[in-house]
């Protein structure tokens, strides 16, 4: 096992970054998932109550790709009170034609953030108004800022408002955020920052809705990608009867880790079968926004297939950086 290349979270950093690539690197791998043929098991996620924490394995099997990635991503939500980043983890990537151990990515969750921020630029990309300038990001935390980034490069964002249940540490985001090409500030009102918005971003933790049906208005879109574990909920149920469209990464996590579930219990949504998911949309079985007075929502879990698109890409990008590694 000598010839197993470890890579550490600086050298990721020095070279793969949230850019447009990131970006059409998972958009293709959704692509891929529609098209059919990749293998993606369900999520094996434990919840950890007593120290609010919880981990996640996640994995897919692209076929064609050199390698496949299986990745560890665990989330303990009261490290930063001990100095510590909530996320961490790390991917080891297997030989797609041996099995064997190719590369193991310490990247301490550099690589989830950046993928997840990535699926939520794929999201507005392809269900947004092309002409959306105004964003309100609910979090004040990496995700918050990833996303907001991700946001910009697909569409002409130049205003944003960050709420958070913490209005310090929304402004100390705002203020660190600020810069000539974005007019950016901390809202302490969530209603008055949902309606003022074009794009709305969930980026928490929540166990309870904190965006309510009843501040949608026409022509917006809401990325909601912080519900991923069985209990999380950050929409209003009723949010997903008001929207036009609402588009799953993956209706089968959806129904059991994301918005959807929430909708289900609550009596909502009773059928799914017709519920488009974000890979159809970009290959074009499925229309998406039709009309910008559309409200339309999607509800990214986080797949495995993502997490192989973005390790092959940091492996490329890591063989043009260093070619004898």
Known sequence: MSDVLIVHEDELRQHVHLDEQAIAIVEQAFGRLAEGGVEMPPVLSMHLPDVNGEVDVKTAYVPG????AVKISPGFFDNPAKGLPSTSGL??????????????????????DLRTAA?????????????????????????????????????????AAIWA???????????????????????????????????????????????????????QHVTAMGSDQDGKNELDPLCLDRADLYVADR????????ELQAALNAGIIADTTEIP?????????????????????????????????????????????????
């Not at 041996?98 to 550099?110: F, H, I």
């Not at 999201?123 to 800022?145: E, N, S």
């Not at 500030?185 to 969530?190: I, L, T």
């Open 65 to 68: 790709l050199p390698g496949f």
């Open 91 to 112: 991917m080891v990537v297997l030989s797609s034609e041996t099995g064997r151990v190719q590369a193991v990515l310490l990247d301490n969750g550099y690589l989830t």
């Open 119 to 159: 699926a939520g630029g794929v999201a507005a990309k392809h269900l947004a108004r092309a002409d959306a300038g105004r964003a309100a990001i609910f979090g004040a935390g990496m995700q918050a800022r990833m996303q907001l980034q991700a946001l910009r490069l697909v569409r002409p964002i130049a205003e």
């Open 165 to 219: 249940r913490d209005p310090d540490k929304a402004a100390a985001l705002a203020a660190e955020l600020a810069d000539d090409g974005l007019n950016i500030r901390a809202e302490a009102d969530p209603e008055r920052a949902a309606a003022w918005a074009d794009v709305i971003v969930t980026t928490t933790p929540a166990s309870q809705p904190i965006l309510r049906a009843e501040w949608l208005r026409p022509g």
């Open 251 to 258: 209706v089968s996590q959806t129904q059991s880790l994301g």
């Open 277 to 325: 998911e974000l890979g159809q949309i970009i290959t074009g079985q499925h229309p998406g926004r039709t009309s910008p007075d559309q409200i339309t929502i999607a509800d990214l879990t986080g797949t495995g297939v993502q997490d192989t698109a973005i390790a092959t890409h940091a492996l490329d990008a890591l063989s043009k950086a260093r070619p004898n590694a």
